[in-house]
């Protein structure tokens, strides 16, 4: 790894700010100087330190967002605030992404990292992870939407779901319910109520495999994920569901 690199990605700066360090001094690899950026270094091996300070380097991060409404699940965007936004630049350094989507007008629980790998046995079809929403519905939820969901439904394009888990938890004029599904379709939960004659006003989602949201999150807030909490995520999928 380029020690340019490996200095910005462990919050020295921005590569710009990271080579005027190094034309500096104050950069040492093993006792020995370096002043170029594109000097190779293996953060396993090589003892770096800046100013007298080892460098503690990490490859991935894991970030759990209570994402708000309004915010985009994306990197980027011209118009509109990213949930990259919203990250301290300490942890933007790393450059993390979405696991998924959450539409702009969906809160709840979003994972944010660098790990590709982690990230695709998550969003794999083949692995059938499941996601649990909250949800408000405009309009009286009743058995026979537990029966449809549990064979699934017709989607406006034509499209038949997998089963879902539907349990109501107030019903009435306005219902709330809890709905675990294991794929991951365009607007997938509310045309999923679209085709049982009823409307989503709130979406919240709070579980995604086994890592649930955090309550004590506020929306906007977010917090690194415990050690715990990546080993259970890597290691309920890294073999492929049945």
Do not use: C, W
Request: charged share 30%.
């Amino acid at each position: 790894m380029r020690i340019d690199k490996l200095l910005a990605n462990t919050g020295y700066g921005s590569r710009k700010e990271v080579k005027k360090l190094l034309k500096s001094g104050a950069v040492i690899v093993n006792e020995t100087v370096i002043k170029d950026a594109k000097e190779h270094v293996d953060p396993e091996r090589d003892m770096v330190t800046v100013n007298g300070t080892p460098v503690e380097y990490r490859e991935f991060i894991y970030l759990m967002m209570n994402k708000p409404q309004s915010v985009l699940s994306a990197t980027e965007d011209s118009h509109q605030e990213t949930v990259i936004d919203i990250l301290e630049p300490e942890d933007a350094v790393f450059e993390p992404f979405p696991v998924g989507r959450l539409d702009k007008d969906t809160v709840g629980l979003l994972l944010l990292t660098n790990d590709g790998q982690l990230s695709h046995q998550l969003l794999s079809p083949k692995k059938h992870v499941p996601k649990t929403y909250f949800a408000v519905i405009d309009g009286e939820v009743g058995d026979e939407d537990i029966i449809a969901f549990e064979n699934g439904v017709t989607l406006d394009d034509g499209y038949e779901t997998k089963p879902g888990v539907l349990k109501i938890l107030k019903s009435g004029i306005r219902s709330d319910i809890e709905l675990t599904i294991t794929e991951g379709k365009f607007h997938q939960v509310k045309r999923m109520f679209e085709a049982v004659g009823k409307r989503v006003v709130y979406l919240k989602r709070i579980s995604m495999g086994s890592l649930e949201l955090d309550e004590e999150l506020e929306l906007g807030q977010y917090r690194e994920l415990t050690d715990e909490e990546v080993n259970d995520l890597k290691s309920g999928y890294t073999k492929e569901k049945k």
